[in-house]
């Protein structure tokens, strides 16, 4: 979990989720810089960061409890890192456009000592990166094109393979990819916010349909092709579930009220891993029943049930809505 920068509050901390109901506090590190995204691999926290000097930091939490700064990386310029991935040996990383390049292969095989293995210059803030088999995708601010596919075959030296432009000139916030398909998130405007993509050749992405969101998307996670987990600045719904089996007509089919902005997201098991700027829970777990996980219409066939008597009749039904 990250947290923006404080001046004396740790911006990185650790917690045990074992009990999702009851998460624990491990332990926290004093980053020294505002945390924008966080990639945890084995014993390695990769982080990307507003430190001049730190753009990529490195930490260690083998011992959950205490993680300590590892190593960090200083790129050229005083450009902030907006997002990151890994896979691999390699960490990719996405800064603001600036005289400086804005995408880089970072080799982290040995993760002590990174080391910049390419990068290129895009002229555009990379806000958000997702990576599906050799390709990277972004989310950035252009107005020609807020969806970039990169190709990663060879993974020192990625390449700008297209770029995609959505309607209207609003900025791209947040992206992920499931599959054959991509979800962009965007800011508040007259355009859907909620963009499903076609990238079922990466080369040739296409919109197959938009969702009305009613204010920013921050953060996206892909439950799987057909369900999506946004969060968003909508007040008294900030967490949305999205039902994407139909790509041309996405619908949210529920919602949750996180008591601030959901700025991140990570879904996992059965769960929504939430970050929010609820100053008094700012992680957030939303197990299935918070989630929406149901079908609008159909029929629903229970388990099995032996009440231990053959002169049983069942004859009525009853639920809390």
């Not at 990383?93 to 292969?105: F, I, N, T, W």
């Amino acid at each position: 979990l990250g947290t923006v920068t404080d001046v004396t509050d740790p911006e990185f901390f650790i917690y045990d989720i074992s009990t999702p109901s009851s998460p624990t506090y491990l332990g926290a590190f004093d980053v020294g810089a505002d945390v924008n995204d966080i990639y945890v691999d084995g014993n390695y926290a990769y982080l990307a960061t507003t430190g001049n000097a730190a753009e990529l930091d490195i930490l260690d939490i083998t011992t959950k409890t205490s993680p300590s700064r590892l190593t960090s990386l200083d790129l050229s310029k005083t450009n902030d890192a907006y997002s990151l991935e890994k896979s691999g040996d390699y960490v990719y990383l996405g800064r603001d456009k600036g005289s400086a390049d804005e995408l880089y292969a970072i080799d982290v095989s040995t993760p002590g000592s990174p080391s910049v293995s390419a990068s290129f210059d895009t002229s555009l803030d990379l806000v958000d990166l997702a990576i599906g088999g050799s390709y990277l995708y972004a989310a950035s601010d252009d107005n020609g094109g807020e969806f970039l596919v990169i190709d990663i075959s060879t993974p020192s030296t990625p390449s700008l393979s297209t770029t995609l432009n959505l309607p209207g000139n609003t900025n791209a916030t947040s992206v992920d990819v499931f599959g054959s398909i991509a979800v962009v998130g965007r800011a508040l405007s007259s355009e859907a916010e909620i963009s499903v993509i076609d990238i079922s050749t990466p080369a040739s992405p296409s919109v197959s349909g938009t969702g009305e969101v009613a204010d920013d998307v921050n953060a996206i996670s892909l439950e799987s092709a057909t369900r999506a987990h946004v969060g968003t600045d909508l007040a008294t719904e900030e967490y949305q579930h999205w039902d994407l089996t139909n790509p041309a007509s996405p619908t949210r089919d529920g919602f949750y009220n996180l008591g601030g902005d959901g700025n991140a997201i990570v879904f996992s098991g059965s769960n929504a891993h939430v970050g929010t700027e609820n100053t008094s829970l700012e992680l957030q777990i939303l197990g299935p029943s918070a989630l929406a996980d149901y079908a609008a219409e159909g029929t629903f066939t229970s388990q099995a049930f032996d009440s231990g008597s053959a002169s049983t009749a069942w004859d009525t039904i009853e639920w809390t809505e």
